[in-house]
């Protein structure tokens, strides 16, 4: 099987079967602490939903329940800002891999303030930065999460704010990065707003059916539905993609990309959008991460997923 048009009667099998594997998995990760809020989550959840090119969701386990995405929220940020500066944001933020874990200091001062690329923390603080420019903090807050409501065409999308005060009140790592970059002029305006309006978006809460729609647009080259409304260029979704294939999961990075085989954002709250071009968007969430903070059955279930339905960016076509 190439992983083509995959009748959609077998892709239900395959996600009810890997939905009940990973049920009985007994090593889960660890549910992510530093951020105080987040280690209330129950481990045991799990939920796998595919969006495909036709616009039907295959659904397994706990598909209506909300998370905090955390910095799958970074993909969004970054195809707002890309849509609003375009290639400008290039100055100021790389494109490479950290090989790094997300929240590291110490690349950015060897790179003299300018951060390898825009999913470690330090990028998405620049992101935010650049799109918080010309606006309070509030506007700007308000225009990230009308873009996500849009991308998943759901206007109940909304920020957990027990999750983003959790953050304000203990990221003095995040604080650290940003007043370094400050220091640099790669952020620009005061730190504490942009870090208001960083850990707000990191706090979105959606379900995995909800991310799964979310991700739509960058398995359909840009556009909501295949030949639907266009939300960025093609241009732009392919570079997306590009950039969550090589930096979506930090310093897992690699090993995501040669598990699974596709593009995919991660997030510490044990959420992963992944997706199929031309195909099919993926939801995937269980909170227990692993040692460099990618949700561990997220991740196998979708390494599953990709052997089982054939779907790789490298199959032929
Ligand atoms: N809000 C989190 C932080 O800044 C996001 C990290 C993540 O999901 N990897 O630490």
């Not at 594997?21 to 280690?39: F, K, N, S």
């Not at 707000?200 to 359909?220: E, K, P, S, V, W």
């Not at 999961?249 to 040669?258: C, L, N, P, T």
């Amino acid at each position: 099987m190439k992983g083509h048009n995959i009748p959609s009667g077998d892709l239900r099998r395959i996600v009810a079967e890997i939905a009940a594997e990973m049920a009985a998995e007994t090593d889960r990760g660890t549910v992510a602490d530093y951020i105080p809020q987040l280690a209330k989550v129950d481990p045991k959840q799990f939920a796998l939903v595919i969006s495909t090119a036709d616009g039907e969701f295959i659904t397994a386990g706990d598909a209506e329940t909300h998370f905090s995405i955390q910095s799958v929220s970074k993909v969004f940020t970054l195809a707002l800002a890309l849509g609003k500066l375009g290639e400008r944001l290039w100055t100021r933020v790389g494109r490479e891999p950290s090989g790094d874990p997300f929240n590291s200091i110490v690349q950015l001062e060897h790179e003299r303030g300018v951060p390898r690329n825009p999913f470690i923390n330090a990028g998405a603080i620049v992101v935010t930065d650049s799109i918080l420019s010309d606006y309070e903090p509030k506007e700007a807050l308000a225009q990230i999460l009308q873009f996500v409501r849009y991308l998943a065409s759901d206007e109940a999308i909304a920020i957990d704010p027990a999750v983003a005060k959790s953050e304000l009140d203990t990221g003095f790592r995040n604080a650290a990065l940003a007043n370094f970059m400050r220091a640099y002029g790669t952020i620009i305006g005061p730190p504490e707003h942009t870090l208001g309006v960083y850990f707000h978006h990191c706090a979105i809460a959606m379900t995995t059916r909800q991310l799964a729609a979310a991700g739509r647009f960058l398995a359909f080259d840009g556009q909501l539905d295949p030949g639907g409304s266009r939300v960025i260029s093609t241009r732009m979704a392919r570079q997306i993609n590009a950039l969550m294939l090589t930096c979506g999961h930090y310093d897992g990075s690699g090993e995501f990309a040669f598990r699974v085989g596709l593009p995919g954002k991660s997030g510490v709250g044990g959420g992963i959008v992944a997706v199929v071009p031309g195909q099919a968007s993926i939801g995937c969430w269980s909170p227990g991460l692993n040692a460099v903070g990618n949700s561990q059955l997220a991740s196998r279930a979708l390494e599953l997923l990709t052997r089982r339905t054939g779907w790789s960016i490298f199959a032929p076509r």
